[in-house]
C-alpha cells in the first residue's frame, strides 16, 4: 500500500526570515483520517500551502501517493484536493459552474463533471442553489461549496484546513457524516481544525506541529492514553455541605451545593469513585467532563511548549 | 495529463473566459459599438467629408480598419487584464495552481480569451462601420493573421499587467498612458507619409503603427510600411512577451508565496 502523503524535512523560511516550518517529516498512510493540529502559527497552513503549491518551500520533498510533487507535479496533483481556509473562488461564477470548471481543469469531460456536480451539489444540500452566484451564498454553504469543489475530480487525498470554522453545529455534524463517509469509501483524509473534539471525534491519527516542528504524530488513542487526569462534573440530587475526603490521586472540589468537580488520576476507576459517593450518602443526578480530553491534552502540551522556551 | 484531458482544461478556461465577457455584455461589448460608431459619424462622415481622400480611398474607408484594429487592440488587453487580476484579487486563480493544468495551456487559455473578444469586438464594429461605407478584403491572408497576432500580443500584455497589479487602478493606468497615445499616434486617423520626416521615423517606433498599417493592407491594400517586415515586427513581439508572460507564470509572481 502506497502512502498518501510524504513529507521529508519540509522547510520554510519567509523572506522577512521568519521561519515557519523547520525540516518537518510526516507520512500519512493511504485510507487514514489524519488530525493536524497546532496553535495559531504553527505552521499548519504553511504545510497545507506547500502541498497544494500554494507556497513554495525552502527545502525538502512532498511526495503524494507515491508522485513526487517537484518531478511530477501533474500526477501528485491529481490525486491531491485541498479545502482552503479562505474562499477562493470566483464570486460572481454560479455554483454549478464553479463545479464543472474545476472539473474541466482536470481534464474531466464535461458531460461527467455535470453528473458529478449534481452528486455533489445534492449530498452537500446545494443543488437548490445550483444557479445562484457564490457570492450570494451564506457562509456555511460556501465552505460546502469548497468540499463539494475540491471532489469534483475525486481525489484520493483530501486535505480540509479548519473546514467547520464559523459553521453552526447542525451543518458541523452533517459534514462530520460526509468526511466520515468519504473516508469510508477510501479518500484519505488530513483534517486541521480547532475544534478539538471534532478532531477526536473523527481522526484516527494525529499530528502536533508547533512553531514549525511536529511535536507529535502518534495515533488518537495513544495519544489520549497520555492523559493522567480527568475531570468530571456531577450535578447532585440533593445539595450537600463541604466535603472532608482525602484520597491520594482524587481531587473534590465544590462549585456550590448541588455541583461537584472531581478530578482523578488515571489509578481511579469511576466505579470507585462512584461507590466513594455512595458511602458518603451523595446522588449523582448527572455527570460530564469538564472538557474535551484531547483540548486537555493539547492545552497542556502547548503550555509546556511556552514554558520551556520562558526558560 | 493525456493530450485529450489537456484539451479539456484549455476549453474549461476559454468557456471561463467567454462567459465571463459575454455575462457583463453592457461593459465589455457595448461601449466599444457605441464609441466606434461615434467615430464613424463624427471623424468619418462630419470631418471626412472635408478632409476628402487619404492614402488613395475616401477618408471614412481610410479609418475603418484603424478603428477595426483599435478596438481589438484595446479589447485583447482588457480582457486578460481585467480578467486575470479579478481571479487574483478573488485568489480563484489557487483553483488553477492547485491543478495539473500545465502552465502553457493555463496561458493560451487567457490569451484564447482575449482574442475571442478582440475578434469579436472587432467583428461587431466591422459591421457597424458597414453602415457607413463599402468593405472589401484585399488580402484575406494578411487581415486574419494581422488581427490574430496582434490580438496575441495584445492579450499577452494584459496578461503581464494583471501579474504586476496590486489594483484595479493598476490594470487601467497602462491602457490610459500608454496604449491609449500610441493607437492614435498609430496612424489610425491619418497616414504616417503625410508627416515630416522626423514625425515619420518617430512613428516607426511605435509597434501599433506596423499592426494598423499590416491590417490596412488586408483590407484596402494600402500602407505605409512594408507588410511583411510588419509582421514579422509583431510575431517576434508575440515571442518575447509569451517568454516573459510565462515566466512571471512558472515564478507565481503575484501568486504564490
Redesign the interface.
Known sequence: MTDALVLRDLSKT?RNGFQALKGINLTVPEGEFYALLGPNGAGKSTTI?II?????KTAGTVEIFGHNLDTH???A??Q?G?V?Q????????KTF?ILV??A???????KIAEKRAEHYLEKLGLWEKRNIQARMLSGGMKRRLMIA?AMMHEPKLLILDEPTAGVDIELRRSMWDFLTEMNESGTSIILTTHYLEEAEMLCRRIAIIDRGVIKEDTSMKSFLNQLNEESFIFDLAEPIGPLQLNIIGVKFNLIDSNTLEVTMDRAHTLNDLFQLLESQGIRVRSMRNKSNRLEELFVKMVEKNLEGEAK | MNFSQLQIALWTIVRKEIRRFLRIWPQTLLPPAITMSLYFVIFGNLVGSRIGQMGGVSYMQFIVPGLIMMAVITNSYANVSSSFFSVKFQKSIEELIMSPVPLHIILWGYVIGGICRGVLVGTIVTAMSMFFTDLFIHNWFVTIYTVLVTSVLFSLGGFINAVYAKSFDDISIIPTFVLTPLTYLGGVFYAISALGPFWQKLSLINPIVYMVNAFRFGILGHSDVNVTFSLIIVTLCCAVLYGIAYYLLARGSGMRE
Open positions: 519567509y500551502g497544494s503549491s500554494l507556497t513554495k507535479p501533474s500526477l496533483k491529481q491531491l485541498v482552503p479562505e474562499f477562493n473562488f470566483g464570486q460572481f461564477e459552474d470548471t474545476q474541466g481543469y482536470y481534464g474531466i469531460h464535461k469543489r
